[in-house]
């Protein structure tokens, strides 16, 4: 090892460490007390869960990205792997940088062909110290992971008294885990202290960059959002990534929503039988009400795709989120895309448009969570929060939540039976003010006035049954024009000027954020210039369009195969598609600055070499 | 034709309810089905239950999903909000609806097409989940929008006009909801208004799934003497189990009934259901044996109606899950956001 010790990677606060274990084997809650270690020393950093569709007996990953500059998205290969899993062990180490770190399990030998020769090998004797000081079988599954925890902690210098405290914390209550938990850690310190050159060139350094900062998972996130947005009807069916989200919602309600006198509870959530009878349940209580919402993934969205064209034209406020992963069936459900643009803006049957909102990250889940029910009260209409796993089911350092005090809810245009008494004229789908959204009463509001009939299509300004030509013309008009307003509405698109002005912009929007935010940099020192603007919904605020007018060719930077926002943006716009350049990442793995700087680069490197090989003979 | 207005004047005599209104104030638009169709039947019988009960109009809901019968709700009620869904889907709506606020009465109104064929799934969960309901099946067995397809529960043998033969088994809509625990659950006959409407009623006043199944012929497309939901057959084969009358807790009650005959059984608003005896020994309080019983009467071609089985003091959906009494939608700002101060604690449970 000596030799190659030279090649070995230095660095401080700067890497990216890999677990790579099998599923079930209790190792989820070693790694994230790992990540949380870091945070708790000053340092940022992100994780990210790669698991199978499986609850036990598969590969699964946990990647942590440790940056001091901030840069927290993924970014592509590993320093050190931690690899626990001899079924993935090849393509563990081929996933090394070369100079990286292996940290293995030495108990039982491997042969030299097992190996490479240009990173530093560490093995440990886990099993085996597991074996001398655990008669349990289960005990030795699950101390293994503290105690390969312990050793990183001497190797990579980390503050031991963090992860001390953190144990403490996480095993409040039951106290009697606290002591084993901090002796398995101490056996694999020691064994690394007494077995191995502490630290290796790959070290932590304790900085004060982390600050209130918090460590969330956007689906928790949401959730949170949904309380304080004042959801009280919640109807979902499991499925992954989203499952969570309601989980969660169903945990937060129970901390927050209990009546303090009677402890009965201020929301109902209902898991339906399926999808269709979740967005159906929804569509029910707000139409009654109530703020509702289902949470769901790309197949939950194609099963509710008629009660989602019902809810358009019978303007309905529905809240739908949907955390989006790869589709169909199981295997790339539990990796991340954002696939389903289309498939949300343009749900359902008929000439019907959907607004869409894209958090990039949990805090702005939970923000785009609480104002997806102002925003779809005020348009009546169903309301999509787009999150993807990556931000869904990874925990993501962001600023913590805020609330303003001030802020009250936008109930929207709801007729009371005090303006029925006066006299107030009531048509149900009646243009009253100009920005296509009528008034509605909901049931049980006045006992002569405002009763009307909820239909499709089939309806005139007074919600009278009416299949005339004329009718559903002006209905669907107005409908346009209430989508209209809701450009004004919705989160405005986040704009950043490059350095140097320059005649190529960025559009990208959700969970590529972090690294499109790396990536301008590391372009930046290649001398490329980019303007960028961050999309935050659908429909498009006239910003968008003006932003692709002031550039001569905007990458649009997504995680699908078909360009899906490009399609909307050229259609919308009508742009023409030759100004909007792809740049598409759908491998299912959360996109990476890395990819963004090679994929624009090679674009832009050919624009500016062309002339000059043209120039050749 | 639903443009045809109906004139509000009416005999200065009607009889009122308690709360002043006259059964026209519980009419909706002129019905649009054919001349003679079951369902306006039912319409008529829903209408006068209403008025019989006095209830608000606008303390009503009607849902109903897609068909002919759904197309019922703007028949009746008109004061009241509705809601025409989607095709098999009404259960969802109306569960929602209900969760929203558990103060209004919930009518759901559904065909055999849209409860047996395309919404079965639903069917059975609204009834597992006791959502406090009225769920009225119009059954006919065929689809008469579409013009004369056969729905699930259709005969095994009946044939479509110049079409195929039903060579599939019929769904009993009945058997299914006993089984799957609705906790009020009849049967009767469009033709029989004297034991619907307090059937209707009774359903009403229950709290809990409440299901009733009622054989509605369909004049254009299924009423030939061979069918079971005929107007002729199910005259010559109606075995009812009981006479009802419904009796709320204001009313005074005066009748003497020979013992053995009448049994009262009050359910938890107070409300009375008086149930005549016409089948000795059938119990409508044993799940178990009623189901037998159907089975049994079934296969000897007999259509059983009545209160086939009622649980009196059953709980709903609201009560199993402790919903606050008060309903979810009328909830404000204070009692639903935690506010700011909150988040300080829960930010720093993220650190």
């Given at each position: 090892m000596d030799g190659l010790s030279r090649l070995s990677i230095e660095s401080v606060n700067d890497f990216v460490i890999k677990f790579a274990n099998v599923n079930g084997s209790g190792s989820a809650s070693a790694n994230a007390l790992f990540a949380k270690s870091v945070l708790r020393m000053g340092i940022p950093a992100s994780s990210r869960n790669i698991f199978p569709s499986n609850i036990q007996g598969l590969p699964t990953w946990y990647e942590v990205r440790i940056c001091e500059k901030g840069h927290l998205g993924r970014r592509g290969g590993v320093d050190i792997m931690v690899a626990m899993n001899p079924q993935t062990w090849d393509e563990d180490l081929a996933e090394i940088e070369p100079g990286g770190y292996l940290f293995y399990d030495s108990t039982k030998p491997l042969p030299p062909s097992k190996f490479r020769d240009d990173i530093t090998v560490i093995g440990a004797p886990l099993t085996t110290i597991c074996n001398r000081e655990y008669n349990d079988a289960r005990q030795r599954q699950l101390f293994k992971n503290i105690i390969y925890l312990g050793a990183l902690?001497?190797?990579?210098?980390?503050?031991?008294?963090?992860?001390?405290?953190?144990?403490?914390?996480?095993?409040?209550?039951?106290?009697?885990?606290?002591?084993?938990?901090?002796?398995?850690?101490?056996?694999?310190?020691?064994?690394?202290?007494?077995?191995?050159e502490c630290p290796i060139g790959l070290r932590l350094e304790r900085v004060d960059k982390v600050g209130d900062q918090i460590f969330i998972t956007g689906n928790d996130a949401a959730a949170l959002g949904a309380v304080y947005g004042g959801a009280t009807v919640c109807a979902w069916y499991p499925i992954t990534p989203s499952?969570?989200?309601?989980?969660?919602?169903?945990?937060?309600?129970?901390?927050?929503?209990?009546?303090?006198?009677?402890?009965?509870?201020?929301?109902?959530?209902?898991?339906?039988?399926?999808?269709?009878?979740?967005?159906?349940?929804?569509?029910?209580?707000?139409w009654n009400g109530a703020r509702a919402f289902t949470a769901t993934s790309g197949p939950g969205i194609s099963l509710m795709q008629e009660f989602i064209g019902l809810a358009y034209f019978a303007e309905i406020p529905a809240v739908i989120f949907d955390v989006q992963r790869g589709s169909p069936s199981t295997g790339m459900p539990t990796r991340t895309q954002q696939a389903d643009i289309l498939s949300c803006a343009f749900a359902s049957h008929g000439d019907t448009k959907h607004v869409l909102l894209f958090p990039e990250d949990p805090r702005e889940s939970f923000l785009f969570a609480a104002e997806a029910f102002d925003l779809a009260d005020r348009l009546q209409?169903?309301?999509?929060?787009?999150?993807?796993?990556?931000?869904?089911?990874?925990?993501?350092?962001?600023?913590?939540?805020?609330?303003?005090?001030?802020?009250?809810?936008?109930?929207?245009?709801?007729?009371?039976?005090?303006?029925?008494?006066?006299?107030?004229?009531?048509?149900?789908?009646?243009?009253?003010?100009?920005?296509?959204?009528?008034?509605?009463?909901?049931?049980?509001?006045?006992?002569?006035?405002?009763?009307?009939?909820?239909?499709?299509?089939t309806k005139d300004r007074y919600a009278r049954y009416s299949e005339e030509g004329p009718d559903y013309v002006d209905n669907m008009q107005r409908l346009l024009r209430k989508f209209d307003t809701a450009k004004r509405l919705v989160p405005r698109p986040i704009k950043r000027v490059a350095r140097e002005s320059t005649r190529y912009g960025a559009i990208y929007f959700g969970s590529t954020s972090p690294a499109m935010a790396e990536a301008l940099e590391a372009l930046e020192e290649r001398g490329i210039h980019l303007d960028t603007l961050r999309v935050r919904a659908y429909p498009f605020h006239e910003d968008v369009f003006d932003f692709v007018a002031g550039h001569d060719r905007v990458f649009v930077v997504e995680q699908n195969r078909d360009a899906q926002l490009r399609t909307l943006l050229a259609i919308d716009g009508e742009i023409d598609p030759a100004r909007l350049v792809p740049i598409l990442h759908y491998d299912g793995t959360p996109i990476t600055a890395r990819f963004i700087v090679k994929a624009i680069g090679d674009i832009l490197d050919v624009v500016t070499l062309a002339p000059l090989r043209r120039a050749l003979p | 034709m639903t443009y045809i207005a109906k004139p509000r004047l009416h005999h200065p005599k009607l009889p009122t309810n308690a709360l002043g209104y006259t059964h026209r104030d519980y009419e909706g638009a002129v019905s649009t089905l054919c001349a003679g169709c079951g369902h306006d039947s039912i319409s008529a019988a829903i209408i006068q239950a209403c008025f019989e009960l006095s209830l608000p109009p606008h303390k009503i809901a009607k849902l109903s999903g897609i068909g002919c019968s759904s197309k019922t709700p703007t028949y009746f009620l008109g004061k009241s909000h509705g809601f025409n869904s989607v095709h098999g889907r009404m259960p969802s709506v109306l569960t929602g609806a209900n969760l929203a606020n558990r103060d209004l009465v919930y009518l759901g109104i559904s065909g055999d097409g849209d409860s047996a064929s395309i919404g079965l799934g639903q069917f059975a969960h609204c009834l597992r989940r006791a959502v406090n309901m009225v769920y009225v099946v119009e059954?006919?067995?065929?689809?008469?929008?579409?013009?004369?397809q056969f729905s699930?529960?259709?005969?095994?043998?009946?044939?479509?006009?110049?079409?195929?033969?039903?060579?599939?088994?019929?769904?009993?809509?009945?058997?299914?909801?006993?089984?799957?625990?609705?906790?009020?659950?009849?049967?009767s006959f469009s033709g029989d208004k004297r034991q619907l409407v307090p059937l209707i009623k009774a359903a009403i006043e229950h709290r809990g799934a409440a299901f009733i199944d009622v054989i509605s012929p369909c004049v254009a497309f299924n009423n030939n003497p061979e069918s079971t939901k005929s107007f002729d057959y199910v005259r010559a084969h109606n075995?009812?189990?009981?006479?009802?009358?419904?009796?709320?807790?204001?009313?005074?009650?005066?009748?003497?009934?020979?013992?053995?005959?009448?049994?009262?059984?009050?359910?938890?608003?107070?409300?009375?259901?008086?149930?005549?005896?016409?089948?000795?020994?059938?119990?409508?309080?044993?799940r178990i044996s009623a189901m037998a019983y159907l089975q049994q009467r079934h296969a000897e071609g007999e259509v059983v109606t009545g209160l086939l089985f009622v649980e009196p003091d059953s709980d709903d959906l609201?009560?199993?899950?402790?919903?606050?009494?008060?309903?979810?939608?009328?909830?404000?700002?204070?009692?639903?956001?935690?506010?700011p101060a909150a988040l300080v604690q829960f930010n720093a449970a993220h650190r």
């Open positions: 902690s001497a190797l990579l210098n980390m503050d031991v008294a963090a992860i001390e405290q953190l144990i403490s914390e996480q095993f409040r209550g039951r106290d009697t885990l606290i002591r084993p938990n901090l002796r398995a850690l101490n056996l694999g310190r020691e064994w690394a202290l007494n077995e191995h499952s969570s989200l309601a989980e969660a919602f169903s945990n937060h309600c129970r901390r927050y929503r209990a009546d303090p006198e009677t402890k009965k509870k201020r929301y109902a959530i209902i898991q339906a039988e399926d999808e269709l009878s979740s967005i159906g349940m929804v569509v029910g209580a707000a209409t169903p309301v999509f929060v787009m999150l993807d796993l990556d931000i869904g089911m990874n925990d993501w350092l962001v600023a913590p939540l805020a609330w303003d005090e001030n802020r009250r809810y936008d109930r929207g245009k709801l007729m009371t039976a005090e303006q029925l008494d006066a006299g107030v004229e009531f048509g149900r789908y009646l243009d009253v003010d100009g920005d296509g959204i009528p008034y509605r009463t909901l049931p049980g509001t006045h006992p002569t006035r405002g009763a009307f009939f909820t239909r499709g299509t | 059954n006919n067995g065929v689809y008469g929008l579409t013009k004369g699930a529960t259709a005969d095994k043998g009946s044939k479509v006009r110049r079409g195929p033969v039903n060579t599939d088994s019929p769904i009993d809509l009945v058997a299914l909801a006993l089984q799957l625990g609705a906790s009020f659950v009849g049967r075995e009812a189990v009981n006479r009802l009358d419904v009796i709320l807790e204001r009313d005074e009650i005066t009748a003497d009934y020979a013992p053995g005959t009448v049994e009262t059984v009050t359910q938890h608003d107070g409300s009375m259901l008086r149930l005549h005896k016409l089948a000795p020994d059938y119990d409508p309080h044993d609201h009560a199993l899950s402790g919903t606050v009494e008060i309903p979810l939608n009328s909830l404000d700002e204070a009692e639903l956001c935690p506010g």
